[in-house]
């Protein structure tokens, strides 16, 4: 009787634990097939890993398939657009798209959804954001073809102890106001002794100054050398006869030079001023706002057109855009602005985010420049004609330079622009 009560009883437990393995595995197999995928390509695999794990904790039951592809010689950005021009059916779901060819992309004819249209509903979420942001994820027709969850203004960096001997203040409200104009920034020179600089480099200028155009490089398909592009040539040329601007081409050195005074500090450039981790309360660096608001940086997101999971990229460029938390979380650990106007205050406001390269918070100068930033500068192939400006102005800075008058350096920069681009009107 004992042997046939302890045979009963071991056959339960079996049976009970086999049961319970054929629940688990029916449970295991349902969780298999309810994960639903999403195909992001980046070019920028810390962002990207970033978002990719945010979005899984937040919903289990999707997974972010990752392509990075490096953008080293345009890689990347060669790569996604012969697959989107292509019509191929094989596509990412949600593409990165970096700003300096965001204007192209978002032009390719049936590359990109449109996400002010049904099933989307990006309304929700870009009332909040900063204008020129939600312009330039816009085509030539206005339909809104990605968005980004950052906006990332130029500011203008100094040397405090520079400011402080040479101009007597360190004070940003100072700062602003000899650096506010032509006739203020040459006055502010004049200030300086021979071992001094004002820049490294025309490049930094340029990207200060291109915010106060009236007009974008190419508009109704032809070449616009706008007057305030005109006014930066007079301002190098004098700066050049004056010895206060060198043609260093790359911007490290704007840093690296302890004689230099000013640089254009686009946000990605901050990191490389101090170690974060290893410094107190710093009073090398001054931060303030740019003479002209303008940006350069940012990733937007779009959806391919063949993408085959529409619904589920959505889901994570609604995520990522709009999501408080993971603004809250990204703007700390990259130490960045969330594309958010609520929370440009609310961040402004807050003691708490102190940038330690410059010992205050800066939310405040990033949250007044995105809102003054002109997206009607931005044109097509702004990369190229931009890099090709700012080459020339690097030759004409050079002693050996054989361009000699401002009338020089536009003309050589017309000719230029007619020999790369034969769509363009040069007049």
């Known amino acids: 009787?004992?042997?046939?009560?302890?045979?009963?009883v071991i056959v339960s437990v079996i049976l009970f634990f086999v049961g319970c393995d054929n629940k688990n595995l029916e449970i295991n197999n349902k969780k298999k097939v309810d994960v639903k995928k999403i195909e992001l390509w980046h070019y920028n695999k810390e962002e990207?890993?970033?978002?990719?794990?945010?979005?899984?904790?937040?919903f289990d039951n999707y997974n972010v398939e990752l392509n990075i592809i490096q953008n080293t010689d345009k890689v990347y950005q060669t790569k996604v657009q012969q697959l989107i021009s292509s019509g191929s059916k094989d596509v990412p779901d949600v593409i990165a798209i970096e700003m300096s060819y965001l204007k192209k992309f978002v032009n390719i004819k049936n590359g990109l959804e449109d996400l002010n249209k049904e099933p989307y509903n990006s309304e929700k979420f870009i009332s909040d954001m900063y204008n020129y942001t939600i312009e330039l994820g816009k085509d030539s027709n206005g339909y809104l073809r990605a968005v980004t969850p950052k906006s990332l203004a130029i500011t203008l960096g100094y040397r405090k102890n520079l400011t402080?001997?040479?101009?007597?203040?360190?004070?940003?409200?100072?700062?602003?106001?000899?650096m506010s104009s032509f006739e203020n920034i040459i006055e502010t020179g004049n200030k300086l002794s021979d071992d001094v600089i004002l820049f490294s480099n025309p490049k930094d200028l340029y990207l200060l100054y291109s915010g106060g155009r009236e007009n974008p490089w190419v508009k109704d398909n032809k070449l616009i050398v706008d007057s305030k592009m005109v006014e930066l040539v007079k301002l190098v040329k004098k700066l050049k006869e004056n010895n206060l601007i060198t043609n260093t081409y790359n911007w490290e050195q704007s840093f690296e030079n302890e004689k230099c005074m000013f640089f254009a500090l686009p946000v990605d450039r901050i990191k490389f001023l101090s170690d974060e981790e290893n410094i107190k309360d710093n009073e090398d660096w001054g931060i303030t706002q740019s003479i002209y608001p303008y940006s350069i940086n940012g990733n937007w997101f779009g959806i391919l057109k063949n993408s085959k999971n529409k619904e589920n990229a959505w889901k994570f460029i609604d995520y990522v855009s709009s999501d408080n938390k993971l603004m809250e979380s990204s703007s700390k650990k990259f130490n960045e602005m969330g594309n958010s106007k609520k929370k440009g205050i609310e961040f402004t406001n807050n003691e708490n985010l102190v940038n330690k390269t410059f010992n205050k918070n800066i939310y405040s100068l990033w949250d007044e420049e995105s809102k003054n930033i002109n997206p009607e500068l931005y044109s097509l192939n702004d990369e190229l004609i931009s890099l090709e400006f700012n080459n020339i102005l690097i030759d004409?800075?050079?002693?050996?330079?054989?361009l000699k008058t401002e009338n020089d350096v536009i003309e050589q920069f017309k000719i230029n622009i007619s020999n790369m681009f034969e769509d363009i009107i040069v007049e």
């Open 48 to 58: 990207a890993d970033f978002l990719k794990k945010n979005f899984e904790k937040k």
């Open 396 to 402: 004409f800075v050079g002693a050996d330079s054989i």
């Open 164 to 178: 402080d001997k040479y101009l007597e203040t360190k004070k940003e409200e100072d700062i602003d106001e000899m």
């Open 1 to 8: 009787m004992l042997n046939k009560t302890c045979v009963f």
